[in-house]
Structure formats: C-alpha cells, structure tokens
C-alpha cells in the first residue's frame, strides 16, 4: 500500500503560479510513475502530467505544456508540480497518483493509488 498526501493549493489570481506537493508513504521501495490528474467542478477528471520513476521521461497533457512543471525527489518519495502563469480554467481539484512499474515508462491511466486531492482556485 501507498498513502499519497497532496498539499500546496489554495487560492491565486490569472497569471500567478503555485507549487503542489506529493508526499508518498507506506510501501515506496519498489518503482512508480508518478502522475497529476485534475477534476473541475462538474466535468471528468483530467490527466495533467505524467514522469516515470527515473524522472527522466514525462508527458503532459496540451493545455498545461510550457506552463506546468513535474518534478520528483526519490530521496524524500516527493513529487511535485510548479504551476505557473495559471489560467481560470487551471480551478480544479488536483490528484496525485501513483503507478506500480518495473519500467521506466509514463502513463495516462491506470494508476494503482490515489491522494485525496487539494482545491486550487484561479481568480479572474
């Protein structure tokens, strides 16, 4: 089991940026890709971004790339996510997620655990 606590969102003006924690507990020895997905009120989740477990491979998704950074500290089981030049549309709940692999690959799907989630607001 992993436990996943996601901290660092609150409330930001367009333009501003934020950065969001992960923290990773519980069974963290063996490898994960890690992944930031959000959820607007009333719509589906999202994927954001993606980083395989070396860090040396991400994906993101079109409408945060050159904006949004993901990041990872093995040695503190830590991701993060630098979110700059934020937009409105950015206002959503954001997950932390974590894949058990035993490649060195990113993902959009199929993640095994979860956090429980930190409301970032962008204001107009």
């Known amino acids: 089991q992993v436990h996943l606590a996601e901290s660092g969102g609150g409330l930001v003006q367009a333009g501003g940026s934020l950065r969001l924690s992960c923290a990773a507990s519980?069974?963290?020895?063996?490898?994960?890709?890690m992944g930031w997905f959000r959820q607007a009120s009333g719509k589906e989740r999202e994927f954001v971004v993606s980083?395989?477990?070396?860090?040396?491979?991400?994906d993101y998704a079109d409408s945060v790339k050159g904006r949004f950074s993901i990041s990872r500290d093995n040695a503190k089981n830590t991701v993060y996510l630098q979110m700059n030049s934020l937009k409105p549309e950015d206002t959503a709940v954001y997950y932390c997620?974590?894949?058990?692999?035993?490649?060195?690959?990113?993902?959009?799907?199929?993640?095994?655990?979860w956090g429980q989630g930190t409301q970032v607001t962008v204001s107009s």
């Open positions: 980083m395989s477990q070396s860090g040396d491979n991400t």
């Open positions: 519980g069974r963290t020895s063996v490898g994960y890709s």
């Open positions: 997620a974590a894949r058990l692999t035993y490649f060195d690959v990113v993902g959009r799907s199929d993640y095994d655990y």
